[in-house]
């Protein structure tokens, strides 16, 4: 693994530099090629293993935490940084570089009163879904591997630690910039030098003067927008979208209680500490648009309030231009990009009466937009239509629908198009639950059987079609407390 160390060696005073505590006894859990791939790695080795547990230091390289502050559930928090994820730094890849963290890899100077580490079911966890996430092309940091230890770790109950080592273009959170602006200290050149390293590394297009920084925040606008409106087109929730989780490139960031939708459903929590639903499914593009507050907020040194409204405004438009993209995908119609707003609002309208359907007829997101493969929009639609309880609510969408696709002439071509748009497989909370019992029991065929699934979510699998089922009652909307 070849490493640069440009946040390092350029950034000193926003971060400290600290040691991972060993994990004993380390053993692979999972392990991604693909995810290997980004950074010129291909097979485990016990040298990684050995890099990765903390049991060995990889010469010459600085390791440190990141410090960063951040809102969380609206309030503002002055103190945080990273206090379980260790960064070895930047691995060169085939494609530009890539932050190696350890996420669980023990106590840093950011720790507060946590132990630094990570158990198991969330190190899973947190692989499982940024193999999901990029295989729908929803952008997302990526796990390489997670490894597995007999370390005993308190949560609610003893269980085990692990450390998942995790991928990013960068690790840059809107509460970086949060810090060095409430910090007071030389707020001006710290947020600005801040702003320089992420433009130079990651925006070069942008210049680092007025007019640079103000189209450079414009697109971080824009990348977030784009991310969110893929959450929803795809029934992703989150579950803790703190201005610490976000990332500043707009990638999917920091998994935790996070759920894909079984039953659609707006008002849906998958945090258990979050009985008022801040962060339910249907509150998360709001959200966004308040974090991007917060973002602007703390970027006022730099950038002229005018210059950040204007900026902010693009948000919305961008996020429904993006998600009708999505939608119009998968049920069938084309979006252009230049709709008029009266088009964009009834094609939102047609959107919003299905998922209000399949809501109140407590459907299954994924699996009813699945069937839309497997009818012909100007003709037979049983496969879809079976599936509503209340079939003269559907029929009179459906009229609506129809009108909206018109003439297909090639139906096998369309049929295919929705196969590509609409997976048969998303991490249900309750899959990741059980194989991950399996695999604490020292039997990870489940575990690699979920991967395998999730890496190739619009595939058929006939051997795998279980896992496309409904879940069982205990498993329906299962939903996690933050102790990870
Ligand atoms: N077990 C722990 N020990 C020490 N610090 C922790 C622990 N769990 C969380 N924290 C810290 O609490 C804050 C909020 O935690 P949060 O759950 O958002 O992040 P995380 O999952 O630990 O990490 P990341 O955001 O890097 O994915 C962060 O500063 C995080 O480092
Ligand atoms: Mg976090």
Request: hydrophobic fraction near 35%.
């Amino acid at each position: 693994m070849k490493l640069k160390q440009d946040f390092f060696e350029q950034l000193t005073g926003y971060y400290q530099q600290v040691m991972p505590t060993p994990l004993p006894s380390p053993h692979w859990l999972l392990w991604s090629d693909d995810a290997a791939a980004l950074i010129g790695e291909s097979q485990p080795n016990d040298e990684l293993l050995q890099v990765f547990s903390g049991n060995q230091r990889l010469p010459q390289a600085q390791y440190y935490a990141q410090v960063y502050s951040g809102h969380q559930f609206g309030g503002y928090s002055p103190q945080l940084g990273d206090g379980r994820s260790i960064i070895l730094g930047e691995a060169l890849g085939p494609q530009g570089s890539w932050d190696v963290a350890l996420k669980g890899a023990g106590p840093t100077p950011y720790s507060r009163h946590g132990d630094g580490r990570a158990v198991t079911r969330s190190a899973v966890r947190e692989f499982l879904i940024s193999e999901a996430l990029a295989a729908l092309h929803i952008p997302t940091t990526r796990a390489l591997a997670v490894i597995g230890s007999e370390l005993p770790v308190w949560r609610e109950t003893l269980e085990k630690g692990a450390i998942t080592v995790r991928l990013a273009r960068s690790h840059i959170r809107f509460g970086h910039f949060e810090y060095f602006y409430y910090g007071n200290e030389q707020r001006e050149e710290k947020v600005r030098r801040l702003a320089d390293f992420v433009i130079q590394q990651h925006f070069p297009q942008f210049s680092c003067d007025s007019a640079g920084y103000k189209a450079w925040f414009t697109e971080v606008v824009s990348a977030t927008a784009r991310m969110i409106a893929q959450w929803q087109a795809y029934g992703f929730a989150h579950g803790v979208m703190n201005t610490d989780n976000m990332s500043i490139l707009g990638d999917s960031f920091d998994f935790g209680p996070f759920a894909f939708l079984d039953t659609y459903q707006e008002d849906f929590i998958c945090n258990h500490s979050d009985p008022e639903g801040r962060y339910a499914f249907g509150q998360q593009p709001g959200i966004g648009l308040w974090n991007l507050q917060c973002l602007a907020q703390a970027l006022t040194p730099i950038i002229a309030s005018d210059d950040l409204l204007a900026a902010l405004r693009q948000y919305q438009p961008a996020l429904v231009q993006h998600y009708l993209q999505l939608m119009g995908a998968r049920l069938g119609f084309p979006v252009s990009s230049n709709q008029s707003e009266t088009e964009q609002q009834q094609d939102l309208q047609l959107i919003g009466e299905f998922t209000q359907l399949l809501e109140q007829q407590k459907l299954d997101y994924t699996n009813t937009l699945r069937q839309f493969g497997a009818i012909t929009p100007d003709g037979d639609n049983a496969r879809l239509r079976d599936e509503f309880v209340d079939t003269h609510a559907f029929d009179g969408w459906w009229q609506h629908f129809a009108k909206r696709v018109g003439k297909t002439d090639d139906v096998a071509a369309w049929q295919q198009s929705r196969r590509m748009a609409n997976p048969k497989y998303i991490l249900r909370n309750y899959q990741a639950q059980q194989a991950t019992e399996q695999a604490l029991n020292g039997d990870l065929s489940g575990l690699q059987t979920l991967h395998q699934l999730l890496k190739n979510p619009f595939d058929e699998q006939p051997e795998l079609a279980h896992y496309a089922a409904r879940p069982p009652q205990w498993g329906e909307g299962l939903i996690m407390s933050c102790s990870s």
